[in-house]
C-alpha cells in the first residue's frame, strides 16, 4: 500500500541553526500538509499546499516557516532560525486530488525534532 | 474557535473487552470527522464520517457520528492488545483546503 515517507526520524540541532524536514507523499496526491505535535499535546495544524501554493497556513506558521515542492516528489518543511519551542514531532500528511474537503489525509511516520 | 474534545483521556481493559470512545466537536460549517489510531508513528486512518446515523464498520471497529447533537462514538468490540494505541479523532471545518483540527487523542491500553 502507497505510503507518506518522512525523513529523518529523528533530528537533533542547535538552536538558531536551520533544518529542512523530508517528505514524499503518496505519489497520485496533489494536496500537502504539515502538522505538528509537541509532547503531551494535540496534534496542530501548520500548513496546508496545494498547486505549489501555501492554501492555508496557521498562526504557528510564521516567518521562520517555509514550505517547498521542489521537485515532482519532494515536499519539504524549512525553519530558518530554530528555537526550543520549535522541538516536537512533525507530521507531513498528502490526500487524493479530488477536493480536499472529501477525501482522507493520509499520514507519515514523523521526524522528531529535538532542539538543543 | 473551532474545537474538538475527546473522552476519556486514558482507558485501560482487558481482552475481550467492548470500549467506547468519545468524540464531541464545535466546528464552523462542519464538513467530516476523521478517526485515527496511532501507534509508535503515523496517525493511520480508520474511518471518515459526514452523514449523521450512518454506521461505519471495519471488522470489530465501528463508529457513528451525530451531527445534531456534535458527537461521534467509535466503538471496539472484542479488544485485543494490538488495540492498544492512541485514538484520533480530527474534523475538517469551514476551511475547504482540508485543515483537520485534532482532539487530544484517547489513550487505550489493552491488557491479556
Known amino acids: 500500500e502507497p505510503e507518506v515517507t518522512q525523513t529523518p526520524s529523528h533530528q537533533v540541532t542547535q538552536m538558531g541553526q536551520e533544518v529542512i524536514l523530508r517528505c514524499v507523499p503518496i505519489s497520485n496526491h496533489l494536496y500537502f500538509y504539515w502538522y505538528r505535535q509537541i509532547l503531551g499535546q494535540k496534534v496542530e495544524f501548520l500548513v496546508s499546499f496545494y498547486n505549489n501554493e501555501i492554501s492555508e497556513k496557521s498562526e504557528i506558521f510564521d516567518d521562520q516557516f517555509s514550505v517547498e515542492r521542489p521537485d515532482g516528489s519532494n515536499f519539504t518543511l524549512k525553519i530558518r532560525s530554530t528555537k526550543l519551542e520549535d522541538s516536537a514531532m512533525y507530521f507531513c500528511?498528502?490526500?487524493?486530488?479530488?477536493?480536499?474537503?472529501?477525501?482522507?489525509?493520509?499520514f507519515g511516520d514523523g521526524t522528531r525534532l529535538s532542539i538543543l | 474557535e473551532d474545537k474538538v474534545v475527546q473522552s476519556p483521556l486514558s482507558l485501560v481493559v482487558h481482552e475481550g473487552d467492548t470500549v467506547t470512545l468519545n468524540c464531541s466537536y464545535e466546528?464552523?460549517?462542519?464538513?467530516?470527522l476523521l478517526w485515527y489510531k496511532q501507534e509508535k508513528k503515523a496517525p493511520t486512518f480508520l474511518f471518515m464520517l459526514?452523514?449523521?446515523?450512518i454506521e461505519k464498520k471495519s471488522g470489530r471497529l465501528s463508529s457513528i457520528l451525530d451531527k445534531k447533537e456534535l458527537f461521534s462514538i467509535l466503538n471496539i468490540t472484542a479488544t485485543q492488545t494490538g488495540d492498544s494505541a492512541i485514538y484520533l479523532c480530527?474534523?475538517?471545518?469551514?476551511?475547504?483546503?482540508?485543515?483537520?483540527?485534532f482532539g487530544q487523542g484517547t489513550t487505550l491500553q489493552v491488557k491479556p
Open positions: 500528511a498528502s490526500s487524493e486530488a479530488r477536493a480536499a474537503g472529501n477525501q482522507p489525509q493520509h
Open positions: 459526514t452523514s449523521s446515523g
Open positions: 466546528v464552523t460549517n462542519f464538513r467530516s
Open positions: 480530527a474534523v475538517r471545518g469551514s476551511s475547504n483546503t482540508g485543515k483537520l483540527i
